[in-house]
Each structure stands twice: as C-alpha cells, then as structure tokens.
C-alpha cells in the first residue's frame, strides 16, 4: 500500500522493526470512523505479512489515543443498516494478527478507543490516561468487545462499574487492575512501547507467534485444553532451527542469532 495516500494514520517501520502506527485525526481526538478502521485493517494486515517488521505499536496523541467510534457518523443510522451491514464487525480484525501488537496509550482511550487498546496484545499507558466505556451516557453499550475483554482482564465488578456508570478510569488504576501492563510519565509512553516491540522483534519471529498463540488460547479454551494446546506447541518449537539455536547459544554461552527473524 501507498502510506502517503493514507488519511487517518502515520505509519513508519522504525530500524529495530517495529511498525508505529499513529492515529492521525486531530480534530475529532482520533475519533475511529470506518475509513479510520479500513486503513488500520490495510496497515496491519501489510505489516502482518511483511519481512521487515516484527512487531507493532498502535499509538494516538498526547490528548487521545482515541475517544471512541465516531459517533456523528454513526447517529443517525436506521437499525436495519447497523444490522444488516453488521457494523463493527470488520473491526475486530486487529485481534487475529500474528505479530506482537501494542498499544501506547496517552489522554482518553474512550469506547472504541479502549476497545481498540484492549484488542493489542498489551496496552503501556502513560501517567495521565484515561479509560472508559461511556456508551451507556449516549444511550448504546459497547460494541466491539467492551463488555467482553474487559470483564477478562479486570473482572466483573469494575467492567459492570465501568460499563453501566460510563465513568473513567485513570491509568494506575488501571495498572493495579490488570488491564495495562504498565504505566509511564506520558512523554516515555511511546519510548518504552517501543523498546518493547523493538525487543519481541529481535527475537524468532515463528516462535513469538507460536508464544501469542498460546497466550491468545486462554482466553477460548478450558485450562485442560489450553494447558494442552501449549504443551504441543511446546514440542512444536522443537522441529524449528531457532530452538536449537537458542538453546545451543545459551549452552556456548553466547548470544543466539535466530535463523527466522
Ligand atoms: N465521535 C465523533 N467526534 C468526537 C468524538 C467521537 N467519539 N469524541 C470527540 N469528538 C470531537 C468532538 O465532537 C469535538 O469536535 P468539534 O470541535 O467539531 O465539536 C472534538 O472531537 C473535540 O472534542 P471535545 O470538544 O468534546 O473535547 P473535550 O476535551 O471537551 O472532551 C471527551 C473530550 C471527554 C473525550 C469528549 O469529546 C467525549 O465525551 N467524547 C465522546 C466519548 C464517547 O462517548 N465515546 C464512545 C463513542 S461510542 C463507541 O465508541 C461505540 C463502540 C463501537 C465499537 C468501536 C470498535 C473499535
């Protein structure tokens, strides 16, 4: 894809390999409308499926990562087109990608926008973020997973509270919760986002996915099975050359060089 025909979005692929997407819509504090999302699709999947990146950081402004679906687009839609078009489906796509995705979450991360950060594999929030699922304040609920991945990595109580009350929900809060995974000063929110993506994309790019791939089944699967799925997967790591690369270089004691990255 042409990245200087985008309208929503800055992209780049940083020299450790990381692919930094920046949601670029200023005036409506990165409001996600549906072009938005298309070209976040076309991005990801791009990087998904390119050798020159390993890993990617999802981030917003300083004022928003982003505060929600647009809703002046969405308004004054009929229910049979909501409906019949199954609005927000194609929004989920960001959760099937391969590659490590994070999210740098600066200002407001408000209903879709928090919905966005919870669909990347982890969010690093900066001090002053803000949370929240205030569908319920303009008289819908949450429409892309908000009832769902939240109530999984905060539990019921504070996803009910958050959800029924439309109230936010400040960063460290958030971290003692469970649903970042770590909080910075803003300014070194996208710093350490980064560093960590640039980490997972040094490493074997077969073996990071097989790892997200387990990690992913926990959330689907009973403990029995997903204690299985990853004990295969396990084994699985022993027919590729990046096992037996890592293990041989930690034996030699020197740093391994994975053959698949
Ligand atoms: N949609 C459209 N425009 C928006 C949105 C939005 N969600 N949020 C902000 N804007 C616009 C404002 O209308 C305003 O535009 P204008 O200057 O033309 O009037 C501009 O951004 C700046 O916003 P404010 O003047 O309101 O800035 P404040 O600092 O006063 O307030 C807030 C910031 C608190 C974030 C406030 O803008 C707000 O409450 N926004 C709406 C938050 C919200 O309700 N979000 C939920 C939307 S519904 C939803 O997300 C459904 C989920 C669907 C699935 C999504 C899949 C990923």
């Known amino acids: 894809i042409d990245v200087s025909k985008?309208?929503?979005?800055?992209?780049?692929?940083?020299?450790?390999?990381v692919g930094l997407i920046t949601l670029n819509r200023p005036k409506a504090l990165n409001a996600l409308c549906e072009e938005l999302i298309e070209e976040l699709n076309m991005v990801?999947?791009?990087?998904?499926?390119?050798?020159?990146?390993?890993?990617?950081?999802?981030?917003?402004?300083?004022?928003?990562?982003?505060?929600?679906?647009?809703?002046?687009?969405?308004?004054?839609?009929?229910?049979?087109?909501?409906?019949?078009?199954?609005?927000?489906?194609?929004?989920?796509?960001?959760s099937r990608r391969?590659?490590?995705?994070?999210a740098a979450v600066n200002g407001f991360a408000l209903g879709g926008g928090c919905e966005l950060a919870m669909m990347c594999d982890m969010i690093i929030a900066g001090e002053t973020a803000q949370f929240g699922q205030p569908e319920i304040l303009i008289g819908t609920i949450p429409g892309c997973g908000?009832?769902?991945?939240?109530?999984?990595s905060v539990g019921k109580s504070k996803a009910m509270m958050m959800c029924l009350t439309g109230e936010r929900v400040g960063a460290q809060e958030m971290l003692t919760a469970g649903l970042v995974a770590k909080v910075m000063p803003a300014e070194e929110t996208l710093p350490e986002a980064l560093r960590l993506a640039g980490k997972m994309a040094s490493l074997s790019r077969p073996i990071v996915a097989a790892c997200k791939e387990a990690v992913n089944a926990a959330y689907e699967t009973t403990l029995d099975q997903g204690v299985l799925f990853e004990r295969r997967l396990f084994h699985a790591t022993f027919a590729t050359e990046d096992q037996k690369e890592g293990m041989s270089a930690f034996s030699e004691k020197r740093a391994p060089e994975w053959r698949h990255r």
Not at 50 to 56: K, L, P, Q, S, T
Not at 98 to 102: C, E, G, I, Q, S
Not at 146 to 152: A, D, I, P, S
């Open 6 to 17: 985008l309208e929503y979005l800055k992209v780049e692929v940083t020299p450790e390999k």
């Open 146 to 152: 908000g009832t769902q991945r939240l109530v999984r």
């Open 98 to 102: 391969r590659k490590p995705t994070v």
């Open 44 to 94: 990801t999947r791009d990087m998904d499926e390119d050798d020159d990146v390993g890993a990617m950081v999802i981030t917003g402004s300083d004022r928003a990562f982003a505060a929600g679906a647009d809703i002046k687009q969405m308004k004054d839609r009929p229910f049979s087109e909501v409906s019949g078009r199954n609005m927000f489906a194609p929004w989920a796509e960001l």
